[in-house]
Each structure stands twice: as C-alpha cells, then as structure tokens.
C-alpha cells in the first residue's frame, strides 16, 4: 500500500504532520512557556473568523496569524510581519488539529498537537504548501475565543 492509501490520523484528510511528538517538541515545550496574559500579543481582538463556531469548545472557525521565520516560499517576506489567514480546529481523542492559511488561502499549514490539562498544546507545525519546513509547537487555550501559540522563531496564534 503506497502511502496515498494510508489513512490519515488528521480530520482534514491532508497530509499528517510527521512525528508530533519527536524529541524536538518535547525539547521545546520543556522550555517555552506562553502565560495567557492580558498583556500578550494575542490578547487585543484581531480575528474576522465567521460565527460558526459553538460557544464552549475551541472546535471550529478561527482566525490566524503567524510571524517570526520567514515564509521562503513568499518572495520578500519579512520575519516580523503578520501573515494572516482563516482557521479551523478539530479535536479527536486527545489530540487537537488546526488547519490554517495565509497568503489570500494560498499557502496552508498544519498543527496536529496533545492536550496536555485544559490549557496546554504540546505538538509540531507542518507548512503544507513546503512540507519540509515543521516546527515544533505549543499553545495555550485561553478560552473559546483565543489560543495563543509559539513555534521557535515566533508566534502562531489563533483568534475569534
């Protein structure tokens, strides 16, 4: 069986992220920390997700936005800018998976990460437009309206 046929673990049918839960995630997560303060760059109301989402779970439409390492793929990228899309989020089990996009839909990325408590996501990025880009991940649930998010060299952040 090629691995065209091979089941995916993720609900979007996409390509999985490779190993989630590799020694460079569990090295980052033991290191990076995200407070979920007011004070956090992902605190001020930024997103434009429709009102699909159901009030109480983090399941459904986000907004996102990403900064830190530049996107290769995007000619004259900078590393400090926001590149914002639209997200979705799907639990299964005790993983949670948020497929996103930026660049105007072009471009789309992959979370696949483990609940760790109510609030915590430890996992890895997968950039799917140039799937050998993957980062490590962590994000904190804020609430039903906020994750705030953190790879190596930046932020990944989802808003509602």
Not at 12 to 23: E, I, L, Q, R, T
Not at 65 to 72: L, S, T
Request: hydrophobic share 35%.
């Amino acid at each position: 069986m090629n691995s065209e046929n091979q089941a995916k673990r993720n609900p979007f049918g996409v390509m999985d992220v490779p190993d989630p839960n590799d020694a460079d995630v569990a090295q980052f997560a033991g290191s990076a920390t995200l407070e979920g303060s007011a004070e956090d760059v992902n605190a001020a109301s930024w997103g434009t997700a429709d009102g699909t989402s159901r009030s109480g779970t983090i399941e459904g439409h986000w907004s996102s936005r990403w900064n830190g390492g530049a996107d290769p793929t995007i000619a004259c990228d900078s590393a400090d800018k926001w590149k914002q899309g639209q997200g979705e989020a799907r639990m299964v089990a005790d993983r949670v998976y948020l497929y996103f996009d930026w660049d105007s839909g072009a471009r789309k990325g992959l979370i696949d990460a483990k609940r760790q408590g109510p609030q915590r996501l430890v996992g890895k990025y997968i950039n799917l437009t140039s799937p050998a880009i993957t980062r490590p991940w962590i994000g904190r649930i804020v609430d039903d309206r906020r994750i705030d998010g953190r790879f190596p060299e930046g932020r990944l952040d989802f808003r509602r």
